[in-house]
């Protein structure tokens, strides 16, 4: 079996890791179509040592195509998705746009794989930072039932993408060398400086959009509305992974070592850490690399039931494409 | 009047933003004597435009001597602040030494300052994440009663010094260049990295010794034992001011325009944010500068009667040496 796919965003930061991880994986690619806005159209990108020209996106873009690995925006996503179920394929999308739509699955699928088959030409693929943190605490939720989430984030350049990472880098470079700079991807500055997450603040709320997709994809993916998140986002002067501080509330007591015990064995998950040389999971160690790290599980000594957790992972990867493509391969499979 | 001040550790992070301060508030300096390492002694320092040389610090250092300034780490505090007590000088001390010892008043001059007057010679400065925290919530849980905060941290380079700071720097510019760099001041990879607290990890709690503090010296300093503190202590690639994420619970309903109306004239605090343009305190705007900056503050919805701040203070200033001289001003008033 061979499936013909097309990517919307090709050129992008997640799309480009797309290609990469289509080939690492041995996805059993038939075709293979890159979309992109007229801008980049006519540029080539690599696959399997081989040149493909980008072609621009349009509406008659679809013809033949089983499956669309969308991550060029909300806005195209909302635009094209439908011309591209239409003719035909499934879209599984990267954007924000359908991830609250009612009908429209929302995948982990570490997590909630069945949800996939559920789709009608749409399976969305949830925020970074929620798939991040839902990895770990889904094994501990099913065995000692989540209360309350407390995820306080440091956000890396990439969330905003390949130029975002590129202007942090210029950035950095001017600070350095005493020369002035002024951003045009990132609103505020970003070389040694942190900042509450720049997504859109919703004011009726006091939370950011951010925030509020990893409370409300958590309910979704976890299929448990009355699990109580809150969030605090942060962008921090970090190239490509998320690292995130969890405070988990639990329905019963669970000790650090049946935390430990669960984690050892959980999908997508792995325990970094060398607790005599105080050593934790890092951004450095999560770029380009499959797992979520966790480490530092500890005990809250404020509250009973509660352990905090230290998880770092790769937004472009299992926070972006990764995930996305093993959607793809169940929904092929 | 005039007041003979000793700098223990004059050539550090804090000792040089000590004198700047010592100038700036016009502290009646009647004599300076600046006591270092043997390694540092012979080099000048400059104050009020004179230049002043830099003495090596020795038991004998003291004699004549009213008040001392003391930020050369906490086995040097161990072994000279009791000849300065015996020399009959008091001790404004930055490090962690005396800070829990019974009977040392550990103080923020805008919380407990009636507690400087009960010193037998020995006054302590917080930890610096400590005193950015305890300046907002103080007045806030004396009008409401603070049952427990979480805090969770983004702490500068400054932390760990000047050669932290001057590291940080250098390793970033051989991140961009390509060539290797080998830390020799913060034990993990420091640029475009985040990384738990490096303090000591005390494995019976789980917890380290960066964060016992901020636990452990805001009962302290509130007198209130009941208050539950927790803490995520991490380091960020940003050179000198510490941002906090803080999720407090009150024992009573407080809306987020009582707690800006208590925090607009809250001593040592100010509101910095511009809401329409999300638009937040970073370390940046916090750097050099006196008052601790918050913003915002917003409910949380995961459970009632508690409230986000973020929170952005100058770990150098008054994370240190201007909190030291507000203390050293109230003595010698």
């Known amino acids: 079996m061979s499936v013909r796919v097309a990517i919307m ?65 909300g806005s195209i996503s909302a635009e094209f998705a439908p011309s591209a179920v239409k003719a035909g394929a499934v879209v599984v999308d990267n954007t924000s746009k359908f991830r609250m739509t009612e009908g429209v699955p929302l995948v982990v699928p570490e997590v909630n794989p069945e949800k996939i088959f559920e789709h009608k030409g749409i399976i969305a693929n ?46 950095t470079r001017a600070v350095l060398d005493g020369t002035p700079f002024q951003p045009s991807v990132i609103p505020h500055p970003y070389a040694f400086n942190v900042f509450p997450h720049n997504a859109p603040w919703i004011e009726s709320l006091g939370y950011n959009e951010e925030e509020m997709k990893m409370v409300n994809e958590t309910k979704k993916i976890f299929g448990d509305p009355s699990i109580r998140v809150h969030a605090t986002c942060v962008r921090v002067p970090v190239l490509r992974a998320h690292s995130e501080a969890l405070n988990v509330e639990f329905s019963r007591d669970i000790s650090v070592e049946e935390a430990y015990e669960v984690l050892r064995t959980a999908p997508g998950v792995e325990i970094l850490e060398d607790r005599e040389k105080n050593r934790w999971p890092m951004p450095l160690d999560a770029s380009g690399k499959d797992p979520v790290l966790v480490g530092r599980i500890r005990k809250d000594i404020s509250q009973p039931n509660t352990l905090d957790f230290w998880v770092v992972g790769d937004q472009i990867r299992k926070g972006a494409a990764l995930n996305a493509i093993q959607i793809a391969e169940k929904l092929f499979a």
């Open 9 to 73: 965003g090709a050129t992008g930061a997640v799309g480009t890791e797309l290609l990469k991880i289509l080939d690492e994986r041995k996805f059993p690619v038939g075709e293979l179509r890159l979309l992109a806005s007229k801008r980049s159209a006519g540029t080539t990108l690599e696959f399997k040592g081989e040149k493909i020209t980008v072609q621009e996106l349009t509406h008659d873009s679809f013809a033949g195509i089983d499956l669309v690995l969308a991550s060029a925006g």
């Open 126 to 171: 949830p925020n970074c930072s929620t798939i991040i943190m839902n990895l770990p605490i889904w094994p501990l939720h099913k065995l000692f039932g989540v209360k309350r989430i407390h995820a306080v984030t440091y956000q890396a350049a990439s969330g905003a993408g390949a130029r975002a990472m590129e202007e942090l880098k210029q950035e």
